[in-house]
């Protein structure tokens, strides 16, 4: 099986390096030359989009990464059977599914009729994040996830926990999205508005893919289109 790997931190981000030593099948990297997180499902339809080949499996894109995946599925790799968007450096839990450009990128997957799989790694405080035990983890949830995925028209989203040293390790929890609002407040400095929200202070219903990986473990959830 072939896979697209595409995430909106940039192709020369930490993250979709540790996400390609996790996938056993031939990967193609086909991502944005340029951060774009937060960028939602942005696509580029007025402008050239210009794509460097860098290696025989490697694509940086100047577009988001909906365009990356629009290109991959469509133009430089239409054998893919997967397209797996990360792994991000912070979390995207809940109503972030409308804002994330790795989001975007397997939701685009899945308008092109292609399963899609999103990980993020949250990162409490805004702590760095440790590349090795995050790619340990996500080759945990990938043996999981390969085998189960999602029918036409939907997609997985997995958040991987902040943990301290000596936690047990995390379970994997199939559950449902937040539809609770990011803290939303600004810091005022004359004319100029700094948004100043906690995420770590949002709402974390119980049993929500907040709660789940505040709690400790692998939030999973099933987005349809």
Known sequence: MTVI????DGIDAPGIRALLKCVSERAVIVAPVAELSGCSHQVTTG???RVERRGTDEYAVTGTPADCVRLGVKHLCPEAKLVIAGINSGGNLGVDAYISGTIAAVREA???GVPGIAIS???????PVEWELTLARTAYVLSELLGNLPRRGSFWNVNLPYLEPGDPEPDIIFCEPSTE????????????FYYDGRYEMRDRSPGSDVDVCF??????TKISL
């Open 5 to 8: 790997l595409t995430n909106d």
């Open 47 to 49: 402008d050239p989009i």
């Open 110 to 112: 899945a308008f092109l």
């Open 121 to 127: 790694q949250y990162r409490k405080g805004g702590r």
């Open 181 to 192: 609002p990011l803290p939303v407040k600004f810091r005022v400095e004359g004319d100029n």
């Open 215 to 220: 709690s400790g473990n692998i939030a999973v």
